[in-house]
């Protein structure tokens, strides 16, 4: 295996962990005002809320994911990091030609992220409802944007004869890129679902993910099926090659079916596993569907892999760096995973 193709697949690799790992974050964010068991206390004032315990029982599905609360978010760094160095010319015409994506990606980010801890420090029910809107928010547009930036990768970008390309609301509006944006918007809640039903502290929440679950993947299902019926009838994705996107077609239907199945049978492992798997196909779905093009013009000029990675000596100290880093991320991802593994509340405090 040559450099170029290794750090290609670390790419992949990261995004597709990080859709992984962060879609379930932003499930649970999506999801947090139907898998609530109670209401707090919410005559503490500002000064004590957040020292609160749960003296009333109540359970919020935010304590499924407090563990791994913005430790998820490493994976879309080293994305980022292997992005800028190991392919910059990638990155020159990608970041920049879907800049309104990324900037709302990044927003709903830092905005959810500061609702989730911020929250239970607010003075009145009016500022709890504001937190609310922007925890539901922080999950939904994140989760939204990457299925657009799927269905304009896959369905190609408009690009100059310069190699720049920048995307407006004619190419984000069409059929097939919005059902991508709904595809992930409900992939990710049915992911973070199966997330809360395998973690929640109590089983009441647990059921009601279940029930969640089956409705969300079957929506989603549906939203990945209509995308199918546009590429198959010539106004959907534009691939490069048929046969290996349509092996991943038919795993990722595979993922779907499965899933249901185990919401529907009360299994929170085999449906968690099911999500993780469903979540990470449209990284390879694009990778498969476009290789070796990085990415496919509407005009008909890609961007291949020879032309979007660096030097072969950049690419050689990079790989020494990455043999160190890399690995220490996993064992991280797994230490974590295995030392805050059980349901949250029997072992652990509440952190939110």
């Known amino acids: 295996m040559s ?122 029910a009016r500022g709890r409802r504001a937190w609310d809107a922007l925890i539901v928010a922080g999950g939904a547009v994140p989760a939204a944007c990457w ?85 198959v009838f010539g106004s959907g994705a534009d691939l490069t090659n048929r046969t290996a996107p349509a092996v991943v077609a038919v795993v990722l239907a595979g993922a779907f079916g499965a899933a249901w199945w185990s919401f529907a049978a009360g299994h929170p492992v085999r449906a968690f596993v099911s999500t993780c798997l469903a979540t990470a196909l449209p990284v390879l779905l694009v990778g498969a569907g476009h290789y070796p093009y990085l990415l496919i013009s509407s005009a008909g000029r890609g961007l291949d892999v020879g032309h979007a990675v660096t030097d072969d000596a950049t690419l050689t100290i990079l790989s020494a760096f990455g043999i160190f880093v890399v690995p220490t991320v996993l064992a991280y991802q797994a230490w974590s995973w295995w030392a805050f593994r059980g349901r949250a509340g029997h072992r652990h405090p509440r952190y939110f």
């Open 3 to 124: 450099l170029e193709t290794a750090w290609l697949a670390l790419l992949g690799l990261l995004l597709a962990g990080y859709f992984v790992l962060g879609g379930y974050d932003y499930g649970v964010q999506m999801l947090r005002p139907l898998l609530r068991d109670g209401a707090r206390d919410e005559t503490q004032n500002a000064h004590n809320a957040h020292n609160a315990q749960d003296a009333h029982g109540t359970h919020d599905a935010l304590d499924a994911i407090a563990p791994f609360f913005l430790g998820n978010e490493v994976w879309l760094v080293a994305f980022a990091g292997v992005l800028f160095g190991a392919f910059p010319h990638l990155e020159g015409s990608l970041l920049p030609g879907l800049h309104p994506l990324v900037v709302a990606i990044l927003a709903g980010l830092v905005l959810g992220n500061a609702a989730v801890q911020l929250r239970r420090r607010a003075c009145g």
């Open 147 to 231: 299925g657009l930036v799927v269905g304009l990768l896959l369905h190609g970008v408009p690009r100059r004869a310069d190699g720049s390309f920048r995307v407006g609301a004619a190419e984000v509006f069409t059929p097939f890129v919005l059902a991508c944006g709904a595809t992930t918007l409900l992939l990710f809640a049915a992911h973070g679902a199966a997330f809360a039903a395998l973690r929640a502290p109590a089983r009441q929440l647990a059921a009601r993910a279940h029930q969640l679950g089956v409705r969300l993947i079957g929506a989603s299902g549906a939203a990945a099926t209509l995308a199918l019926l546009l590429t």
